[in-house]
Structures are given as structure tokens and as C-alpha cells.
């Protein structure tokens, strides 16, 4: 009977190991994919800054350049707060 109790328990710590064993792989894979989003965020706000001089340049002279540009700066913002925001927790 002692046998079967033993078989049962190493039963049990087995699949208690394998649950384990997924979760953290699944957190390595979100952070991961969380890292990549942040390069991505990075990216893009590379991109704008870049648009953004272009557009300072245009606004003098160009109404709806000046509103798009008003919007983007807004994104950007946004995008800088939510960092500050990652950044803080």
C-alpha cells in the first residue's frame, strides 16, 4: 500500500513540476514578446520625431500640416506617459 502511495505522490509532484514548468515558460514568452513591443514603441517614436521635424518646418506655411502635427505631438505624449508609467512599476 505504501508503494502505491508513493507512485501516487511522485505521480503529483510530477504534474505539479510540468504545470510549473509551462507557467514559467509562458512568462519567458511574454517577456519576450513584451521586449519586442517595447523595441517596436521605440521604433515608431523614432519615426515620429523624425516626422515631426518635417513638419515643423512645413507648419509655417501649411494649416493641415500644422493640425496633423498638433495630433501627432499628442501620440507621442501618450506613448511617453505610458512609458513613464511601465518604467515607475
Known sequence: ?????????????SAVGNK?????GDE?????????????????LQYMEAALKD???RSV???LVRLWL???????YDISYMLDEFQAN
Not at 36 to 43: A, G, T, Y
Not at 70 to 76: E, I, R, T
Open 28 to 44: 519567458v514568452t511574454m517577456l519576450c514578446n513584451f521586449k519586442d513591443d517595447l523595441k517596436d514603441m521605440k521604433d515608431t
Open 70 to 76: 498638433n495630433q501627432l505631438k499628442n501620440a507621442a
Open 1 to 13: 500500500m505504501a508503494h502505491v502511495a508513493g507512485l501516487l505522490a511522485s505521480a503529483v509532484v
Open 20 to 24: 510549473l514548468g509551462s507557467a514559467i
Open 55 to 57: 513638419a515643423e518646418r
Open 61 to 63: 506655411s501649411e494649416e
